[in-house]
DNA sequence: TATAGTTATAGAACACCGTTCTACAGGATG
DNA sequence: CATCCTGTAGAACGGTGTTCTATAACTATA
């Protein structure tokens, strides 16, 4: 018998393209029902096929669930990203900065709040059979670059204090996920949560502006 | 036949008491496995008994889970009140009581890092099928009322900003929960993790002041 | 002491889970 | 057309939470 080159993946062309509707019901199934519903066989019923379905495209559950970590860090990189920055007017300099600073943050929030059960896929372990590959922990540091280029602007505009811009950016990070998650989880007695969460990222940057008050 | 009154449950003596047995054999899966070793199976097998034991003490899984939640928060709160608290020595009384602050916001990181499964029971959602009845929720948040406490003695010394000392407490436990959290779960760049806890309540307390720098 | 009533127990059973195996259908290649 | 490969559905295996059933052990009464 001859041997023959296996047909490549790419060459062939599928009925219906499944992997983005696996993709769809898995998130929408996170979303609306939480991590407990993200099963091979709902998510593969929810795209209208076989649990094989999810085993041909994936390489098993977690393959799945990374494929929804990856996205959502692009997504949120995305988000983060389209913050304004000051450009740099010297007048009002360090107001516009904590301004934009601000922005952030409560787009952070937005982030979270808009999409719980991916973030808390992306931060808080929240199905505990998933641990992300080194290869996408390395894709999900990629926007914490963001913030720490922003702090280190900070710094070299003199408005923060010196310091570490990475050890400084995971502060500012802390400090958000904090308010985020026991927000998501619904830990909080307060009624402007909102608002709480504004007034804890000036808190922060109070201490972390160089100048005195 | 004669009615007879039902013997009271607390009248007949057990041959081992099997309820901590359970719960110390839940615990321990929790800690050394994860999460997803919280199986019913598991922790009756580890007691030495079969799956029903477990419900003939518990009303189900989240009964015996509910069981570690609230024991969680009585350690807790045991730990956390186990910091010395300045009694007010006037000279310097900023510079102490911060010093307990920092220290609370240690003993915080050392319970998260010591206990991290019943950590991220207790605050994030680790078991995605288990929801807290509000009754345990009331309990928990006991141990928010003396971080609160805290907050308004320093208002009082007039050493922290004025406003709602709830929300402000808020703000500091969104904090330490931020770092302590992300800490749990991996997501650090940094090397010295315990030095960063420290600088970030240090910087977050430096928005709190009431003085300027 | 003997009997009745209650409880805790073990084990089977049910529906679900992730995963693997098997058999089959469809399209591309020779 | 014959062959090969791929994607599919479905069954199967061991695991899960939970419920049911039958039995053993124990208490309380006659």
Redesign the interface.
């Known amino acids: 018998m001859k041997k023959v080159t296996p047909v490549k993946k790419c060459e062939r062309i599928a009925a219906v393209d499944l992997e983005p509707a696996l993709l769809l019901a898995a998130k929408k199934l996170l979303t609306e029902e939480?991590?407990?519903a993200l099963s091979i066989r709902r998510i593969a019923a929810s795209a209208g096929v076989a649990p094989m379905g999810v085993y041909n495209r994936f390489k098993n559950k977690s393959g799945i669930i990374e494929a929804l970590f990856r996205q959502g860090f692009v997504d949120f990189d995305a988000a983060m990203s389209s913050v304004e920055f000051p450009i740099g007017t010297e007048k009002n300099l360090q107001k516009e900065y904590l301004k934009s600073i601000e922005a952030m943050g409560m787009k952070y929030r937005e982030f979270a709040i808009q999409n719980p059960g991916i973030y808390?896929l992306m931060?808080?372990?929240?199905?505990?059979?998933f641990a992300p590959t080194i290869d996408a922990v390395a894709g999900?540091?990629n926007c914490?670059g963001t913030l720490v280029e922003r702090v280190a602007w900070g710094q070299r505009a003199k408005i923060l204090i010196a310091g570490d811009p990475?050890?400084i950016g995971?502060?500012v990070?802390?400090?958000?996920?904090?308010?985020a998650?026991?927000e998501i989880?619904g830990?909080?007695?307060?009624l402007d949560v909102e608002n709480?969460f504004r007034?804890?990222v000036?808190?922060?940057?109070?201490?972390?502006l160089r100048e005195?008050?």
């Open positions: 939480g991590p407990s808390q931060f808080m372990k929240s199905v505990p059979e999900a540091f914490f990475v050890e995971q502060r990070w802390a400090t958000c996920h904090g308010a998650s026991l989880v830990i909080t007695k307060l709480h007034m804890l000036a808190t922060l940057f109070q201490g972390l005195s008050k």
